[in-house]
């Protein structure tokens, strides 16, 4: 099944970071956080201004992004878990070597 979210609103697949800490200690997955930071799936045409014109989001499939921890609603399409949130609640995209390095 294909989703595609309306307006402004963007799909967020959270990235699972290391289990270890520098120290190479194992982290159980009790003990751990749900990762801020994710990979967009999916997004919206974008917001109507005042006028009615679309304006586009900045934020485009593929992009890897941080959002805050309690952003979005949590939702599952096929079996995967996604976010469901407003362009606004991203706090930003990792561009460069940082990005690239995780992807691997």
Avoid: C, N, Y
């Avoid at 900045?58 to 952003?71: A, I, M, N, T």
């Avoid at 949590?74 to 995967?80: A, M, S």
Wanted: charged fraction near 35%.
């Amino acid at each position: 099944m294909k989703f595609r979210p309306l307006h402004d609103r963007v799909v967020v697949k959270r990235v699972e970071e290391d289990a270890k800490t520098a120290g190479g200690i194992i982290i159980p997955d009790s003990a751990k956080e749900k990762p801020q930071q994710g990979e967009v799936v999916a997004v919206g045409p974008g917001a109507r201004d005042e006028q009615g014109k679309i304006a586009a989001l900045e934020v485009k499939p593929g992009d890897r992004v941080l959002f805050g921890k309690w952003s979005g609603t949590e939702v599952k399409i096929d079996g995967e878990d996604l976010l469901i949130m407003k362009e606004s609640d991203i706090l930003g995209v990792l561009e460069g070597k940082a990005s690239a390095k995780k992807a691997a």
